[in-house]
């Protein structure tokens, strides 16, 4: 199955303690999706994504086994409610190929915390990414600090 990472996951050894079978296969852009960082309060703010035209977000596609989907699921909390899991159709060397991704479901916009802005830093320079993606996204925090996230995904 494939993965689309976009947020922390793009580190690769944050990928390898998570999912040690992983094997990436590559990276393209989601376009007119825009990268946020929400939670349920300032520095407990985690990436999910919105709609927003014109907008792109970078994403590492990764294979996993079945093990992996286990683990990368209580990571993500997908059993307590934290983030819900969806299949997507994405574009990648000239082709659609379906894989699934991880959407936060409830929140606000806050600031990450300093780890975690370090892992996604640290995620988008493994990958070889722009960091515009990250400072638009937390540019949206700072500006609507608190309020909901009305482009959801």
Excluded at 16 to 43: M, S, W, Y
């Amino acid at each position: 199955m494939y993965y689309f990472a976009y947020g922390s996951n793009h580190g690769l050894d944050q990928m390898k303690h998570r999912c040690p079978d992983a094997k990436k296969v590559g990276n393209t852009i989601l376009k007119d999706v825009q990268l946020i960082f929400i939670g349920e309060k300032q520095h407990e703010a985690y990436a999910s994504l919105a709609m927003k035209e014109g907008a792109e977000t970078p994403i590492t596609i990764y294979e996993l086994t079945e093990k992996d989907i286990e683990s990368l699921d209580r990571y993500e909390g997908v059993h307590q409610g934290r983030y819900r899991k969806e299949s997507w159709r994405v574009r990648f060397e000239g082709q659609r190929i379906e894989g699934m991704i991880y959407l936060k479901t409830s929140g606000v916009y806050h600031i990450p915390s300093e780890e975690y802005m370090n892992r996604m830093v640290k995620g988008y320079k493994d990958q070889g990414f722009d960091l515009k993606t990250i400072y638009l996204a937390l540019d949206l925090s700072e500006k609507f600090e608190g309020q909901p996230c009305l482009q959801k995904i």
